[in-house]
Nanobody, 126 residues
Framework: QVQLVESGGGLVQAGGSLRLSCAAS????????MAWFRQAPEKEREFVAT????????YYADSVKGRFTVSRDIAKNTLYLQMNTLKPEDTAVYHC???????????????????WGQGTQVTVSS
């Protein structure tokens, strides 16, 4: 069983930065795909970014490309999302997710992922 615990959310002004963390445990993560999704009130869940745990290859949604960076620390079993130049439209609950195989360099659906964290709130004020 995989456990994912996010942290690092908060309130920030537009133009500011936050770094989210996702501590992963419960299995070895070689070959796993990790991702960040977000969900704003009354909106559907949205793909943000994904990374191959083994190779570090990553892919981003167009809405965050150039502003967000996904990374992982293999020694710490931790996934990160560095968010810069934040905008009010980035306000959402951010979830990390894990899939048991590499899903490829493309936008992923939430249905591709079996394991989810509880989420961390990010609020960007204008």
């Amino acid at each position: 069983q995989v456990q994912l615990v996010e942290s690092g959310g908060g309130l920030v002004q537009a133009g500011g930065s936050l770094r989210l963390s996702c501590a992963a445990s419960g299995r070895t993560f070689s070959g796993v795909t990790m991702a960040w999704f977000r969900q704003a009130p009354e909106k559907e869940r949205e793909f943000v970014a994904t990374i191959s745990w083994s190779s570090g290859v990553s892919y981003y949604a167009d809405s965050v490309k150039g502003r967000f960076t996904v990374s992982r620390d293999i020694a710490k079993n931790t996934l990160y999302l560095q968010m810069n130049t934040l905008k009010p439209e980035d306000t959402a609950v951010y979830h990390c997710a894990a899939a048991s195989k590499w899903l490829g360099v493309r936008q992923h659906s939430g249905e591709d992922y079996a394991y989810w964290g509880q989420g961390t709130q990010v609020t960007v004020s204008s």
